[in-house]
């Protein structure tokens, strides 16, 4: 995004249709890979960029950059899911340098972690001085006003407040012990139409998202959100609330370590 107005011409780059649209494709954690290579494709068309070297390399590099295609691989505490914050490539930047060789990186790569603990620890004392707005009538809301850090309030809240308004479900049946149900978000403008498949049992208070939010960033989505409220779920269950420290444990950083080194 920053390269983005040294690639385009300055038209375009103020053009507010094209880069509302652009930025949406980049930071949409929500859609899936099919439908952005689709979007990615009409775009380029609209805007005759099909033939521009940047966005044809970009484009053929997806998976290392759109977040839908990484998905699996935990996050949370290194990226945040909106434009808000940095990406992980200039988070590290701020404690190595590229001419560090491998053991220096991993001791660099140390400290940025503790660096975000320390973060956590901070920001854990400041919420429970805090007293937030609510978005919705939800019980579920004020109970993650009690037990997230602002930062992470927020981002909930958020999933929250799209799930009350702005999606539906569809019951499919029984599969292996789990209700089964269709997440759809309701826009009748667009032709895509994003649907995910939430898994659910009540009595155990699991619930699975095919688009795997809560594995990748540690915060449930607004498609388990959906099927929760419509359940009557009250409170979110402890095993989706993470404490201080469980965020990025040692085997997640040792595991993101080794992908990071193999990308750069």
Sequence with gaps: MKKLKNKISDDLFTNINFTKRFSKLVWDINMKPDVFEVKWGLLMKEFNL??????????TKRDSWIPKYFNDIAMCGLMKTTSRSESMNSFFNTYSESGNILLNFMMNYDTAIQKQRNTQRELDKASKKTSYKMQTPREIEL???????????????????????FYTYLYVGIEDGWEVYIVQHNNNKSEFKNECKVEMKAEDKEINCS????????????????IMMRCGVKEIPERYILKDGERIDDKKKLAFFAEFVMIY
């Design 50 to 59: 099909e033939d521009t070297r940047w966005f044809k390399d970009m484009f």
């Design 143 to 165: 109970q993650e006003s009690k037990v997230y850090t602002s930062t992470l309030f927020f981002e909930v809240q958020k999933e929250i407040y799209k799930a009350s308004f």
């Design 211 to 226: 688009c795997e939010h809560f594995k990748c960033m540690r915060v449930l989505c607004r498609h388990a959100f959906t």
